[in-house]
């Protein structure tokens, strides 16, 4: 294993100090593992928080900032934190409008933020939460019951974020986060694994000629292995499966997102064969292309896509200025 790091043990606590560094906008609570906006919270705003396993960066401490999350617990490398931190977070962001926790769908996940949202009420606290499970690649896996989130994690801390800056009620902000996730769907490919630095080997094997077709983030298996193909064919088939569970048709949000390995101009082939893929049945109304939702090195990427209206178009336009995505200010 060849890592950039200091040592397996401390690699979360660094990284989060590296974070600190780099970004003036970020209060960073190393002690707590909680990321959030330099500053009191907003008074009337309803504040949004996410968090999960490290490794997946810039998810979610990346995408903390106006327009996006106020505050991002990071857990282990691939392991949920705990309840503790989701109600130091939540007690942080509370600006008297209650606040909204976007969950993946992974069980540890889904229980420690159901765990904090009760120790939040228990304090006085309005929390809503709203679960991600975007990932048609697989019904049920290694860390889930029900599909996976992934992907439509960034459209709906993105999307809610917009509408939670101009002061909507809790009500409206979780409903349409609630949305945007039953709008998208993603499917994802890796061509190798990632190494988690506490395990110090791949978390799975593949042949020099080999893929895994609708892998998950952790590394979790994905429907089939099966032979490296030319981008446009392993495109076909992440877009067939996306669109077997929803049509693709009229005005699309569509992100390629690297899995940490894949370097860029992979990525754009991908992208390209994905407009190929669409011409004639519906429009990339808006895109993203890069590292948005990584599992540590992996190379790879996945596919996701979200049905657009003009509302959610509107507020994916609207100025965001965090550290893993920015435009409009």
Known sequence: MKKLINHPDTVVTDA???????HPSLSVDLENRVITRAGEPAAGKVGLVSGGGSGHEPLHGGFVGYGMLDAACAGEVFTSPVPDQMLVATKAVDGGAGVLHVVKNYTGDILNFAMAAELA?????EVSSVVVNDDVAVQDSLYTAGRRGV?????????AGALAERRAPLTEVAAVAAEV???SRSFGVALTSGTVPAAGKPTFELADQEIE??????????RTRAALQPARDIVATVMDAIGSDMPLEGDLLVMVNGMGGTPLIELYIAFNEVSRYLAGRAR??????????????MQGFSVTVCRLTDTLAELWDAPVETPGLRWGR
């Not at 009420?121 to 606290?125: L, R, S, V």
């Not at 990339?284 to 090195?297: D, F, K, P, Q």
Request: proline share 2%.
């Open 284 to 297: 990339i109304a808006r895109n993203l292309v890069g590292n948005y939702i990584t599992s540590m090195e």
């Open 16 to 22: 989060l100090a590296g974070m600190a560094a780099a």
């Open 181 to 183: 996730n039953e709008r």
């Open 151 to 159: 992907g439509a994690t960034v459209f709906v801390e993105k999307i």
């Open 121 to 125: 009420d228990d304090e006085g606290i």
């Open 213 to 222: 077709l609708g892998i998950g983030i952790h590394g979790e298996p994905g």
